[in-house]
């Protein structure tokens, strides 16, 4: 039998120690999230099969979550192999007509559009290489850009296939379109206000470019190409397939019926006639025999993608060994319990909704999985007893924090985007950072009023 204070102090530490790896980088999530729990658990007295029963309930709730992923990231990589989405971004930069408005809110449109797939590194491969010519022979900031594209990228990654929701669903054992419906009229709501600051931010972009216009040292370009800078778009994205050396069926009708699978998916995923892994599996081995010709480009098409497939799989199997440690040997619950003893009467229902406004500021102090896979699980314990739900706990803890995903120095793919653009990290957050947190306590507030933190 353990003690309450031992499990507590070890829940902690175990906690801690990950938290602390994870922060300062100095180990992957994979081997942190696996050898500090078990350690802690042989510490603790457990035996090798306890621990092996913990790993495998834990693996029980999340093995739906790796199926899913492991399958969306190859069909989005395949549709980004064929192009699919070239249409609707060069569409987008033509219709900014060369108004600096426009471009801001045209920005929005296609960083929305882009983070369809739910990663960063591709929305930020599509979009800034796109825009960012644009930018410069108009004048506009590229921290403009940088800003407008993280919030679009941010609010995106509420969906599904996403790592946050597929995070949580591991934590809370809910599907993540169960979550991603819940999320929903919240992330309608945070789309809506994401173009109103890029309207705010193209208005203010467009009155220093008149002023700058004014001053006599201002060396102006001659009319904006917007038409030019599509077709560099487009080429530069076949130059890019070329330099790969893959070779995809280059036919309007096959990228029209794939177009056709990807908005079935769509409405499979958010009708939820059937589950994200097998949606994503079957929707997979549609589109390869339909875009790849022989098996071995099939082949290739996966494994070209398979790298970061099984990078996002592995951190969910991990997180299997930390929850189910945490969960299975009642470290959790013991320090729900105590810091309940330590908590006024008066604020424990309210301890999600308190994180969740911290949650742009946590992001900076914690990575994205030290958060998800160690900071939701103790408030979802604790606001627990106050009878709030684990879908309304977990939805304060992503709303606040999801806005934050890229004004994180953590984030992998908000530094491609720095190197994209040719930025500074320290000015990016500078004026990114104020409008995340904004945004993201605005967005805790009305998912409040609304009643989904229930």
Not at 398 to 424: C, E, H, M, Q
Request: hydrophobic share 55%.
């Amino acid at each position: 039998m353990h003690s309450p204070l031992g499990l507590t102090l070890c829940g902690l530490a175990i906690i801690a120690l990950t938290v602390g790896l994870l922060i300062r980088g100095k180990t992957s999530p994979v081997v942190a999230m696996t050898l500090i729990p078990s350690t802690g658990a042989l510490l603790m007295g457990y035996s090798l099969g306890e621990i092996g029963e913990f790993f495998g309930t834990g693996l029980d709730s999340v093995m739906n979550v790796v199926v899913m992923f492991i399958f969306a990231i190859i069909y989005f990589g395949i549709l980004q192999d064929i192009g699919l989405f070239n249409p609707v971004v060069t569409a987008l930069i033509k219709a900014t007509r060369g108004n600096v408005v426009l471009v801001a809110l045209g920005t929005a449109a296609i960083g929305t559009v882009a983070h369809l797939d739910g990663a960063g590194a591709t929305t930020f491969l599509l979009t800034i290489p796109a825009l960012l010519p644009l930018y410069q022979a108009m004048h506009m900031s590229r921290y403009v850009l940088l800003a407008i594209v993280a919030l679009a990228a941010s609010v995106m990654n509420m969906v599904p296939w996403a790592g946050p929701v597929g995070r949580t669903s591991s934590v809370i054992d809910l599907s993540p379109t169960e979550i991603w419906h819940h999320l929903l009229p919240i992330q309608g709501v945070a789309l809506a206000l994401v173009f109103l600051i890029a309207l705010l931010l193209g208005l203010s972009e467009r009155r220093r470019i008149a002023k700058l216009r004014r001053s006599p040292e201002f060396v102006g370009r001659g009319e904006v190409d917007v038409h030019a800078i599509a077709q560099e778009f487009v080429e530069r994205q076949k130059a890019e397939r070329a330099e790969q050396g893959y070779h995809y069926r280059d036919a309007t009708w096959a990228r029209a019926l794939t177009a056709i699978i990807s908005l079935a998916l769509l409405v499979v995923l958010v009708t939820g006639w059937l589950e994200p892994a097998p949606a994503f599996l079957i929707a997979t081995t549609l589109v390869l025999p339909l875009n790849f010709d022989s098996p071995s480009e099939q082949t290739d098409a996966m494994k070209r993608h398979a790298p970061s497939a099984l990078a996002m799989a592995s951190v969910i199997i991990a997180a299997a060994m930390f929850l189910g440690v945490l969960n299975g040997a009642g470290m959790l619950k013991q320090i729900a319990l105590s810091l309940l003893e330590v908590l006024p009467e008066s604020a424990g229902p309210w301890i999600h909704v308190v994180v969740g406004y911290l949650g742009v500021p946590l992001d900076l102090a914690t990575s994205t999985d030290a958060y998800y896979f160690s900071v939701l699980p103790i408030v979802q314990e604790t606001a627990g007893t106050f009878e709030v739900s684990s879908l309304g706990a977990a939805s304060a803890l992503i709303i606040g924090n999801i806005i934050g995903t890229f004004v994180s120095p953590f984030s992998p793919a908000l530094w491609l985007a720095i190197g994209l653009a040719r930025a500074d990290m320290g000015r990016h957050l500078r004026l990114a950072f104020p409008l995340a947190w904004g945004l993201a306590a605005l967005l805790v507030t009305v998912a409040l009023a609304m009643g989904l933190l229930a």
